[in-house]
């Protein structure tokens, strides 16, 4: 009888290990904007490749719009391992005590899309992701939101139109310093609570890029925007390491080819998404759009010069040379 038990036992714990072998690995994607933007596409991209690269082995559940968590909350839940992966915007990694990545965050850095491009794949972009392992975290891409463009509920026109405004912000020191520069009061809020913000006049405006305006419907609550093309959006698409790590080779082989492959879906359609965002914003005629004259950005982008100066010892003066090295070798190719 005791081996009959026995015997049907090892069954028993057989079945189950088989069952748990054929349980797909679950992988929690979290970010904080919809559906309909860029990186909310890119996301839904990669849980179709992941899938079907692993043959269902990986199983993406993908939590947009802050769903789970807002933007504070959701690395700390990362490193914690409540989510596998997130697309926070670079500047969220200051606060966690990697500044560097602020190097982004500076004010007319890059002239295009395509010098951006060239300085994350190179050994810029690659440098500051290991920074983030001590961290517990693994970066995999880089994933371009588009140009930043004021809005605000008076015309910004002249540096003198941002005097005593409040306006929206990240996290981030130097973007602090971007909008004290500018003459407005920086004001540091989740995404999630901008558009009750800017309704009720608890902000005077924000900075974004026009797909994230759009589908955040901040157009309805801003009566003016201006196109200034002033900074960048610009995502990492991070995983937990712990996590990483423990994957099979395999499957974290299919992985970053399905990563991949949904990078350059995001990089394609980035431009394409804030074009026609920008159109229905104009067709919505809640928000007069007015496109800064190239001598007035000139100004503009003056004013911003001693930023870099300032924070030069953050994000270091061989982040900077390296970057403007690059930018210039982009452009020299047009």
Do not use: C
Request: no cysteine; net charge positive; hydrophobic share 40%.
């Amino acid at each position: 009888m005791k081996l009959v038990q026995f015997a049907a036992a090892v069954i028993a714990f057989a079945l189950f290990t088989a069952a748990q072998a054929q349980q797909p690995v679950v992988v929690k994607f979290s970010h904080v904007v919809t559906d309909e933007t860029p990186k909310g596409k890119g996301a839904i991209r990669f849980k179709e490749l992941a899938e079907a690269k692993t043959k269902g082995r990986v199983k993406v559940e993908i939590y947009p719009n802050s769903q789970l968590y807002k933007d504070r909350e959701e690395l700390e839940a990362l490193q914690l391992g409540a989510v596998q992966m997130l697309a926070p915007s670079v500047s969220k990694f200051g606060p966690l005590g990697v500044r560097k990545f602020e190097v982004f965050d500076l004010p007319y850095m890059f002239d295009d899309e395509r010098s951006l491009e060239r300085v994350v794949e190179g050994p810029v972009g690659k440098g500051l992701f290991k920074l983030l392992e001590p961290k517990g975290i693994v970066g995999l891409a880089y994933w371009f939101n588009g140009f930043k463009e004021f809005t605000a509920n008076k015309p910004l026109r002249k540096l003198d139109d941002f005097k005593g405004l409040k306006i929206r912000i990240q996290s981030s020191k130097i973007l602090e310093g971007e909008i004290k520069a500018f003459g407005a009061i920086p004001q540091v809020m989740a995404f999630s609570e901008v558009y009750t913000a800017l309704q009720q006049g608890v902000v005077d405006g924000e900075e974004n890029t026009p797909s994230n305006k759009y589908t955040q419907k901040m157009h309805e609550v801003q009566k003016h925007m201006t196109l200034s093309d002033h900074g960048v959006v610009m995502y990492a698409v991070i995983v937990n390491k712990k996590f990483w790590d423990a994957l099979p080779a395999d499957i974290r082989r299919s992985l970053v080819e399905a990563m991949a492959e949904s990078t350059q879906y995001v990089w394609d359609i980035a431009k394409k998404e804030n074009d026609d965002a920008l159109v229905k914003i104009k067709a919505a005629k809640t928000t007069d759009v007015y496109v800064l004259p190239s001598t007035e950005k000139a100004v503009w982008r003056k004013a911003m010069l001693p930023l870099y100066q300032e924070y030069e010892g953050v994000v270091g003066k061989d982040t900077l040379q390296a970057i403007e090295k690059t930018v210039a070798q982009s452009s020299a190719k047009k």
